[in-house]
């Protein structure tokens, strides 16, 4: 039955799942949630939707590298 096999997998990931209870509670919100992530690819759609058309291919994907690399360079300058 496939609810037997979703609660195996459930209770085989479930330590692997609170992680994060394993760091200061200060830090909980930021480790548990992907609002980074979610944050960033917003970011990104409304950028492309500015540039509207690019002019050759690798336009866009440098427009993406960097977009990741910002937040990344922010946090390790903190």
């Not at 492309?48 to 336009?59: I, K």
Request: hydrophobic fraction near 35%; charge should be positive.
């Amino acid at each position: 039955m496939k609810l037997k096999e979703a609660a195996k997998k459930v209770e085989d990931g479930i330590e692997e799942t609170l992680t994060y209870c394993d760091f200061p509670s200060e830090h909980w919100t930021r480790i548990r949630t992907n609002n980074v992530i979610e944050r960033l690819s917003r970011e990104i759609r409304r950028r492309t939707r500015v540039v509207g058309t690019f002019p050759d291919g690798n336009s866009a994907p440098m427009l993406v590298c960097a977009m990741w690399q910002a937040p990344s360079g922010a946090a390790r300058n903190t």
